[in-house]
């Protein structure tokens, strides 16, 4: 079975800062694809990056970047030069791969931007 | 190129009553799934399909039936319907193909049970 962890339920951000989403996951499988995906207010689910478990590189998407901490199970969310748009629901999700890939959410985190 | 489409965009059941949510997808994926999410809970998996005529229950299955007749279409079924099933749906799909898994997903159905 797979969790998915997100602790912080709201966080803030002044526009043009940085900040950092916290997910962690918890799986026995060593073959798995980690995605981040936006949900804004017109409840469209957009998929923001994904990190493919055996690549140890972050995946780097212009303004996000992910720090993939494989042995901690580790797989935050970094949005630079945070922009009104911005603002929106975040989700973490984990997949594995294989005949049965399905995907676990966590619980969402929710973004706001301050001009 | 449509994507993933869910129709309807909106309804209202009273309880006991029955109605199919209905998606299809024109990408050929073979995986396609149902969620629901609601308030603090994040997107829960109802059913899920690896292919046509094959299917099988995620996290929460009770009061919901799916069946996949073809590739592109996996329709939802509310057999009775219930105020705790007062959700947001989403149908996504995807595919193992390049080494892709990224799920599309329909723009969502909100279902109101009184």
């Known amino acids: 079975a797979q969790t998915v962890t997100q602790s912080q339920p709201e966080m803030s951000v002044q526009e043009a800062e940085t900040v950092t989403l916290s997910c962690t996951y918890d799986t026995s499988e060593s073959d798995y694809y980690l995605f981040w995906y936006k949900q804004p207010p017109s409840r469209q689910m957009i998929l923001v990056i994904r990190?493919?478990?055996?690549?140890?590189q972050n995946a780097t998407e212009n303004r996000f970047s992910v720090n993939f901490q494989k042995a901690a199970k580790s797989f935050s969310l970094k949005i630079s030069d945070s922009q009104l748009g911005d603002a929106a629901m975040y989700f973490c999700?984990?997949?594995?791969?294989?005949?049965?890939?399905?995907?676990?959410f966590g619980k969402g985190i929710t973004l706001s931007v301050r001009p | 190129n449509a994507g993933v489409t869910q129709t309807p965009k909106f309804q209202v059941l009273k309880t006991g009553q029955s109605m199919t949510l209905q998606c299809a997808q024109d990408?050929?994926?073979?995986?396609m799934s149902w969620y629901r999410q609601d308030p603090g809970m994040g997107l829960r998996l109802i059913h899920y399909?690896?292919?046509?005529?094959?299917?099988d229950q995620g996290e929460v299955p009770n009061g919901y039936n799916v069946s996949r007749s073809t590739t592109e279409d996996f329709p939802l079924r509310l057999l009775s319907a219930a105020p705790s099933q007062t959700s947001v749906y989403f149908c996504?799909?995807?595919?193992?193909?390049?080494?892709?898994?990224?799920?599309?997903f329909g723009p969502g159905t909100r279902l109101t049970v009184t």
């Open positions: 399909s690896v292919g046509a005529g094959i299917t």
């Open positions: 990408m050929n994926h073979e995986y």
């Open positions: 999700a984990s997949l594995l791969t294989g005949a049965n890939s399905k995907l676990t």
């Open positions: 990190q493919e478990a055996y690549k140890q």
């Open positions: 996504a799909s995807s595919t193992s193909v390049a080494l892709s898994y990224e799920q599309y």
